[in-house]
Every structure is written in structure tokens, then in C-alpha cells.
């Protein structure tokens, strides 16, 4: 894909249904991989970037460290930019046919000190990852800092309780959308009502979710209450026990309290049961076997208690950003608010709960601003039109043969054709490429059923 990326940018190809109208000859077309769109994972792996999960210098645009970037963006420090031509030039001796090879050792401290890996995009002359893979809103606002914020932070972290989510329930029965809206669920945040598409945390972001948050802690707010935050995950726990915040694996059976527990063992002796006084022994040891089963020791939790107002105005600043991030037309002083906004949600959950609870997606969504500022308003390179094409395409009826392997079965067969056709246009003219080349055109027309061979649009060439 790479060397045909080179080619029709170095190249070109001659298109014989567009003429020059002066020359009346075929033009020539040559073709530029403008930008690469895609989600974190993806992003990372293509353009040549470190994992998300990396330790040492982490962010593809500046040089910030994995374990300094929170402490440093509290402090108001502003990490340096990371110099396009380096990241090329580091990137390029990772290379496997790079000369000199690099050993493992030291591909991996241009990772930890350049955060630069093997990427095949930057044979295409010009190509800068830096400039040219920029972060997808949808991803990384959508589907990353709006979906962790309601899942893991409000509903999983317990800050959203059974009742708490059937007065959000009640709000969202209660909603009206204007037409082409997504509607959201209202079961959401209960295991029957699933998860939104990208466009519904979108507008829960932007629109639902300060009145729902609102809504469910009304006269909590009133009062300034404080809620407890709960979570399971491993490196909050080692956190929180290092803290001393979180609680220790206690046996079911003994979460009461230490004293009352003695007191128990103390004042009353278990009486044996005998299997043979029982009317049925093996009903009886099953149970027993059960009942045993039933102590296992709970998991450890982080646990922290934090000020509803103030993740009320988390809901707010991300609110802003989102809407902002969407829209259509952004000035400088729009751009500011953007990432003052974003700054202040990471923040917050930085302070409120802990530095380990802001992943990797949160330091991302701090480059935005200065990639619309580059590539213009987010909706001109975003994935959206890509989703809800896939979306259409499973609404077709014919699409839903063999689970929706229309749709691959052509995008398939097109690169294919496009792929020949593309080989024997640079091999030399011989008698066997040039039956080969009326057979494909003869094919290509009997298939397009009697439509003009030229103007037939290909489906699955996004």
C-alpha cells in the first residue's frame, strides 16, 4: 500500500475519463496521503508513535514524561513541541532495512527518549506523523473522556446510585430531540440499556449530562454533600493502599466489625450438625459446600470521598469543550476557552480522585487545540462520515447476507481491481498484459449491467 502511495504521488496516473479541455489528452492525477484518521490504538501503531501505556516519553507531540505530565500541567508548566524532522529521522533508523539496523535495545530508548517507532508512512516523501495523523475528536472526546467520565467515573465509581439513575431515567423519558438528534436511552447507566454510538455521547456530552447529574444529586448540591468514589482497578488500589485510602480484602462473612465479630466467637459455640440426624445428607453438604463458597474475600477498593459541586462542574467544563470541539466554525478566542476547558475537567479529576485516574486520552485531548488550529474545525477530519456510512450499509437489506459481508465482499473486489490494473499499467506492454487488460475492462462492463463503463461510481473507495 505503501509503494502504491509512493508511486501515484511520485508518478501519478492517467485518467482517461477526465480530458484536458485545451489538449483534449488524459490528465494525470497524482494523489497525496493528506492525513491519517483513525482511533488511538490505530493512530499509534501506523504513524509510528509509542503505546499508550508506554513508559518514558509517551505524547507524540511534545516531551512530556508518562509520569510527569500530570504534576506538570497542575504546576501550569508547558512541555516543549516535538521536532517533526527528529521524529522522521529517528523513526526511519527503526526501520528494518535501515542501515545501520538498530538492535531491540536501542529501538526501545527511541521509544522511551523519542517516542519514535517503526512506521512504513514515512517512506511516502513528505510524510510527517506529527502533522499529518492529528487526534479524532470523535475517539478521543466521544468515545474517550465522555464515555470514562459517565461509565467509569459516575455509574461504576458509585457517585451515581440506583436512585440517582432512575431520576436520569425519568429526565431522559421526559426529552425531546429535535429531528436528526441521536436519542439517547433512557436506561442508560443500567445493564439493559447498552452503550450510545459515538454520535449519542456526543450529544449526552454537550447537552444531557449536566441536567442529568443536576438532576439526580438536587439536594445534595443544595447542602455541598461529599460522596464516596469507589474503584477496583489494580494501579488506584496499590495507590490507595500506599495512602492509605483504600480498604483490605476482608472475608465476606466478617464485614462487620472487628469487636462484635470477637464478641460472637467469644459468647457462642457453632453446634455441630450430624449428616446422619439429616434428613437428606448430600442436599446438606451441597449446601455446606455452597455456604463456603459464598466467603470468598472481597476485592480491595480505592476509595475516596469527593465534592459532588465540583464534579458537577466537570460535567460543565467537558460539556463546553464538546461543544466547541463540534463546531463548525472556531475563532482564537473559542480555541482558548476549548483548552482552558479541557484543562479544567483533567484537572479536576486529577485533584478530586487521584493523578492514576487520568489515562492517556486525557493528555491527548490537550493537543487538540492546537490541531484545529493547524488542519482547521475538527468535523473537516474526523471519523463520523466513515460510521455512519458503515451505519447505512447495515441498514441495506442486501447487506445483511452471511452478517454484513456484502459491504467487505465489494471493497475487496474494487482494491483488487485497482490493485491489477495498477501492476499492469507499469508493466511493459507484451500481448499477455494487454489481453490481460481487455479482459478486465470486458469484465468490468458486463457487470456494471449495461451502465456507461466510465461513469459507474466504485462502491468502497473511501
Not at 495507590?239 to 466489625?257: F, I, K, M
Not at 455446606?288 to 467544563?317: N, R, T, W, Y
Not at 471493497?411 to 485497482?418: F, G, I, L, P, Y
Amino acid at each position: 500500500m505503501v509503494a502504491e502511495l509512493c508511486r501515484l504521488q511520485e508518478e501519478g496516473l492517467h485518467v482517461p475519463e477526465l480530458l484536458n479541455h485545451d489538449t483534449g489528452h488524459p490528465i494525470k492525477v497524482r494523489i497525496r496521503l493528506e492525513r491519517l484518521l483513525a482511533d488511538t490504538d490505530a493512530r499509534t501503531i501506523t504513524a509510528g508513535f509509542p503505546s499508550h501505556s508506554s513508559k518514558g516519553q509517551f505524547c507524540p507531540w511534545c516531551t512530556i514524561d508518562y509520569d510527569e505530565w500530570v504534576g506538570a500541567m497542575l504546576e501550569g508548566e508547558e512541555a516543549p513541541s516535538r521536532d517533526a524532522d527528529r521524529h522522521r529521522r529517528k523513526s526511519l533508523s527503526a526501520l528494518p532495512e535501515a542501515v545501520p539496523r538498530l538492535r531491540p535495545s536501542e529501538i526501545e530508548s527511541l521509544r522511551r527518549e523519542e517516542a519514535a517507532c517503526l512506521s512504513a508512512l514515512y517512506k511516502i516523501p513528505g510524510w510527517s506523523s506529527l502533522h499529518n495523523a492529528p487526534v479524532d475528536v470523535m475517539h478521543n472526546l466521544d468515545l474517550g473522556l465522555c464515555k470514562h467520565f459517565w461509565v467509569q467515573t459516575l455509574v461504576d465509581g458509585k457517585l451515581l446510585d440506583r436512585a440517582g439513575l432512575h431520576v436520569c431515567k425519568e429526565v431522559l423519558q421526559a426529552t425531546t430531540y429535535p429531528i436528526g438528534v441521536t436519542r439517547i436511552s433512557p436506561d442508560l447507566g443500567h445493564t439493559s440499556g447498552g452503550t450510545p454510538t459515538a454520535a449519542g455521547w456526543s450529544v449526552l456530552s454537550q447537552y444531557i449530562m449536566p441536567v442529568l447529574i443536576a438532576s439526580a444529586w438536587t439536594g445534595l448540591l443544595l447542602t455541598s454533600a461529599h460522596k464516596t468514589f469507589h474503584t477496583a482497578k489494580v494501579r488506584m488500589v496499590k495507590q490507595g493502599l500506599a495512602d492509605g485510602v483504600a480498604t483490605e480484602p476482608t472475608p465476606a462473612s466478617t464485614s462487620v466489625a472487628s469487636t462484635s465479630a470477637t464478641v460472637t466467637r467469644s459468647t457462642s459455640t457453632p453446634t455441630p450438625v450430624s449428616t446422619a440426624a439429616s434428613p437428606n445428607p448430600e442436599r446438606a453438604r451441597k449446601r455446606k459446600q455452597k455456604d463456603k463458597g459464598k466467603e470468598k474475600e472481597k476485592e480491595p477498593e480505592f476509595i475516596k470521598s469527593v465534592s459532588l459541586v465540583v464534579m458537577l462542574e466537570a460535567a460543565l467544563v467537558l460539556a463546553s469543550a464538546c461543544r466547541i470541539a463540534h463546531s463548525r466554525v472556531i475563532d482564537e478566542p473559542q480555541m482558548e476557552v476549548l483548552q482552558t476547558s479541557l484543562k479544567t475537567f483533567v484537572t479536576i479529576n486529577a485533584t478530586e480522585i487521584g493523578p492514576l485516574w487520568v489515562p492517556y486520552n486525557f493528555h491527548i485531548a490537550l493537543h487538540i487545540a492546537d490541531q484545529v488550529r493547524r488542519h482547521g474545525p475538527a468535523w473537516t477530519y474526523w471519523s463520523y462520515p466513515q460510521e455512519r456510512s458503515y451505519g447505512l450499509m447495515k441498514r441495506i437489506k442486501t447487506n445483511r447476507r452471511r452478517g454484513g459481508e456484502l459491504e467487505h465482499t465489494m471493497q475487496t473486489r474494487s482494491e483488487d481491481k485497482h490493485r491489477i490494473m495498477a501492476l499492469l499499467e507499469s508493466t511493459p506492454i507484451t500481448p499477455l498484459s494487454r489481453v490481460l487488460r481487455e479482459s478486465i475492462l470486458t469484465g468490468t462492463d458486463t457487470d456494471r449491467l449495461g451502465q456507461h463503463p466510465h461513469r459507474s461510481p466504485e462502491v468502497g473507495m473511501g
